[in-house]
């Protein structure tokens, strides 16, 4: 099965404007991420057999069509499993039936679930042969916000390491052009994602304590417009590094161990 890519501009942070919602081939078709409406969206669902539709997350820059194309397809509607009611409190929409690792799909030729948390604790990845629906996990540019309270690094790194590992043809990403050496962007993101867990580190050890202040530590570059992203990313790694034992935070104050 092949996937077909819809470009849907959309209110979010992500640079492009724009969320990617793809559309499988074939027999009741999987329509993954429907951010919103556009006419060449309509006009391919229109034209199509689709039987499912889901998302990889409830970030509201991924769900704002879901309810429109359900209701006109009469589709399966998915949700991930232990995450119903947060999957309706997004898009309105009851769930059908629940996914998680190992589900697979019965679209086309069959779609498995790959469980990609981290990002957001509900994310998941539509896999076929052709390749990865992967939503935020990876973009082929940048980096991905990984930021409290949803935020977990610790399953950010396991899932990044699990494409890696899967070296999958293609990432066909939520925001951005495809990835197509999906093993390098896997690693340029963990060497990122490493580096400013290092930075936030040293921070603490050179006796920041505050967030804001291990954040002008952390990052050395403008972030004007962005600082709330930075600010929860920074959160987010002093929480991986305190179950760690790495660093002490008590959600206020950061100090070294011990």
């Given at each position: 099965m092949t996937w077909t890519r819809f470009d849907v501009p959309v209110a979010t942070r992500a640079p492009t404007g724009q969320t990617a919602a793809y559309l499988g081939d074939g027999p009741d078709a999987l329509l993954v991420d429907p951010a919103?409406?556009?006419?060449?969206?309509?006009?391919?669902?229109?034209?199509?057999?689709?039987?499912?539709?889901?998302?990889?997350?409830?970030?509201?820059?991924?769900?704002?069509?879901?309810?429109?194309?359900?209701?006109?397809?009469?589709?399966?509607?998915?949700?991930?499993?232990?995450?119903?009611?947060?999957?309706e409190s997004a898009t309105g929409v009851t769930a059908d039936n629940t996914l998680a690792e190992g589900t697979?799909?019965?679209?086309?030729?069959?779609?498995a679930v790959l469980d990609?948390?981290?990002?957001?604790?509900?994310?998941?990845?539509?896999?076929?042969?052709?390749?990865?629906?992967?939503?935020?996990?990876?973009?082929?540019?940048?980096?991905?916000?990984?930021?409290?309270?949803?935020?977990?690094?610790?399953?950010?790194?396991?899932?990044?390491?699990?494409?890696?590992?899967?070296?999958?043809?293609?990432l066909h990403p939520g925001h951005g052009p495809t990835i197509t050496d999906p093993r390098e962007a896997c690693s340029r993101l963990l060497r990122h994602r490493l580096d400013r867990e290092r930075r936030v580190r040293e921070a603490v050890e050179s006796d920041a304590t505050t967030v804001d202040e291990v954040l002008d530590r952390a990052y050395e570059k403008d972030l004007t417009g962005v600082r709330d992203l930075a600010r929860a990313t920074v959160v987010a790694h002093l929480e991986k590094l305190a179950v760690e034992g790495a660093v002490r935070w008590d959600g206020r104050v950061a100090t070294p161990p011990r």
């Open positions: 919103g409406r556009t006419d060449a969206l309509d006009d391919a669902v229109s034209d199509a057999d689709v039987g499912h539709v889901a998302v990889t997350h409830h970030h509201p820059d991924h769900v704002g069509g879901v309810a429109h194309y359900a209701r006109q397809t009469d589709a399966t509607v998915w949700a991930r499993r232990g995450r119903a009611d947060a999957f697979t799909i019965p679209a086309g030729d069959g779609v990609l948390p981290g990002h957001a604790p509900e994310h998941v990845g539509f896999a076929t042969q052709s390749g990865v629906v992967s939503g935020d996990v990876a973009v082929a540019e940048g980096s991905v916000v990984v930021g409290a309270p949803e935020g977990d690094v610790r399953a950010y790194l396991t899932s990044l390491r699990r494409l890696h590992a899967q070296a999958p043809p293609r």
